[in-house]
């Protein structure tokens, strides 16, 4: 089992920056793959961006591309998303997860473990 706890979110004026972070803890975190998705009201979950176990891989959304980076700290058992420019449509729940597995995973049903989500809400 693994378990993950996001934090980092809040309110922010579009164009500005926030860093989430997701803390894991009951595995060797350097054997999971690991990734963000948002989900913004009343639609699905949507992959945003991963991770591969060592931090040498990582692919993006096109949504994000170019906005957004991912990187992970294995020592400190926690991954990253660093959210730049952002846009009223960024706004969403935004989940991490986790796969026992090394390289990357971009689809929702790849991943076996989830946190509980923190809301990002961009004002215009």
């Known amino acids: 089992q693994v378990q993950l706890v996001e934090s980092g979110g809040g309110l922010v004026q579009a164009g500005g920056s926030l860093k989430l972070s997701c803390a894991a803890s009951?595995?060797?975190?350097?054997?999971?793959?690991m990734g963000w998705f948002r989900q913004a009201p009343g639609k699905e979950r949507d992959f945003v961006a991963a991770?591969?176990?060592?931090?040498?891989?990582?692919y993006y959304a096109d949504s994000v591309k170019g906005r957004f980076t991912i990187s992970r700290d294995n020592a400190k058992n926690t991954v990253y998303l660093q959210m730049n420019s952002l846009k009223p449509e960024d706004t969403a729940v935004y989940y991490c997860?986790?796969?026992?597995?090394?390289?990357?995973?971009?689809?929702?049903?790849?991943?076996?473990?989830w946190g509980q989500g923190t809301q990002v809400t961009v004002s215009s």
């Open positions: 009951g595995r060797t975190f350097s054997n999971y793959a």
């Open positions: 991770i591969n176990w060592s931090g040498g891989s990582t």
């Open positions: 997860a986790a796969d026992v597995a090394l390289g990357l995973r971009y689809h929702e049903d790849e991943y076996d473990y």
